[in-house]
Nanobody
């Protein structure tokens, strides 16, 4: 019953910056963790970042740690992913996701139950 819509993707040169946003609507009540995954053509959907309901606990993939920052604004029902120092290997479709069963983050895609349609991020060399 919850809808997730990503925005902010685009084409950027290596070393550049993008900020992705995810807006939730519908059933937005309750306490739940949120996350970001990404998928490149021909590859598995992989974990990028996740955040607890309170925002006090965050997880990051080793490949993005120190470059990406996940945040949320529960009053606005939004989650963001600030992506700095982008690399060509960051090129993928980025998906926003919700873990309805828990307020705590996870790195496992099987723990998440609602997904957006994705937004394309392309990083040129």
């Amino acid at each position: 019953q919850v809808q997730l819509v990503e925005s902010g993707g685009g084409l950027v040169q290596a070393g550049g910056t993008l900020r992705l946003s995810c807006a939730a609507s519908g059933r937005t009540f309750g306490s739940y963790a949120m996350g970001w995954f990404r998928q490149a053509p021909g590859k598995e959907r992989e974990f990028v970042a996740a955040i607890s309901w309170s925002g006090g606990s965050t997880y990051y993939a080793d490949s993005v740690k120190g470059r990406f920052t996940i945040s949320r604004d529960n009053a606005k029902n939004t989650v963001s992913l600030q992506m700095n120092t982008l690399k060509p290997e960051d090129t993928a479709v980025y998906y926003c996701t919700r873990r309805s069963s828990s307020r705590y983050p996870s790195r496992d895609r099987r723990d998440f139950d609602s997904w957006g349609q994705g937004t394309q991020v392309t990083v040129s060399s």
